[in-house]
């Protein structure tokens, strides 16, 4: 059975770092492109990262450009988002999912709140 | 960027009914676009991808149309745990954009 549990989430300051974590099993991990897709209160789905295999490519929408960091270890299963400069409009619950293009299975999600 | 219009924003229908949400999408995208459900509190479910790809596990009741520009999702005869909202999803170009959802809800 395929798993994705997320972990690193909370009430962060603007301006201020965290840094999130996807444990992934019932899969092989190094073989998937894998991705962080936000849902901010109430609102909609918006993708935030894609990175590939091995890692070496990494995508992102404008809105967080420069500012978050997708990275993976393939040996431990796990995913990674480190997200620094954090915004008020960065509130909002974060999934890890697997990325075939379509997001065919999903975590399920943890809130960070960005709030003085 | 592709923007990704669902309509209608909420379908109020009683179980029973068979309905279609709309998704439209602003420039050609072939048959790049994927259909989820995300009931209340719940991390979102892949119902259909690639437009009208079947998933298992997914009720035969749910299916997908479409090409293009314009793309559907129909579920035959509503139960009540269909009750949720639905988002479409293209992965024609990055960025990765998706639709703002359409709310089934019961009427």
């Known amino acids: 059975e395929v798993q994705l549990v997320e972990s690193g989430g909370g009430l962060v300051q603007p301006g201020r770092s965290l840094k999130l974590s996807c444990a992934a099993s019932?899969?092989?991990?190094?073989?998937?492109?894998m991705a962080w897709v936000r849902q901010a209160p109430k609102k909609g789905l918006e993708w935030v990262a894609t990175?590939?295999?091995?890692?070496?490519?990494?995508y992102y929408p404008d809105s967080v450009k420069g500012r978050f960091t997708i990275s993976r270890d393939n040996a431990k299963s796990s995913l990674y988002l480190q997200m620094n400069s954090l915004k008020s409009e960065d509130t909002a619950t974060y999934y890890c999912a697997r990325d075939g293009r379509d997001f065919d299975y999903w975590g399920q999600g943890v809130m960070v709140t960005v709030s003085s | 960027d592709i923007v990704l219009t669902q309509s209608p924003a909420t379908l109020s229908v009683t179980p029973g009914e068979s309905v279609s949400l709309s998704c439209r999408a602003s420039q050609g995208i072939s048959t790049s676009i994927h259909w989820y459900q995300q009931k209340s509190n719940e991390s979102p479910r892949l119902l259909i991808k690639y437009a009208s790809q079947s998933i298992s596990g997914i009720p035969s009741r749910f299916s997908g149309s479409g090409s293009g520009t314009d793309f559907t999702l129909s579920i035959n005869r509503v139960e009540s745990e269909d009750f949720s909202v639905y988002y479409c999803q293209q992965s024609y170009s990055l960025p990765r954009t998706f639709g703002g959802g359409t709310k089934l809800e019961l009427k």
């Open positions: 019932g899969f092989t991990f190094s073989n998937y492109y």
């Open positions: 990175i590939s295999t091995s890692g070496s490519r990494t």
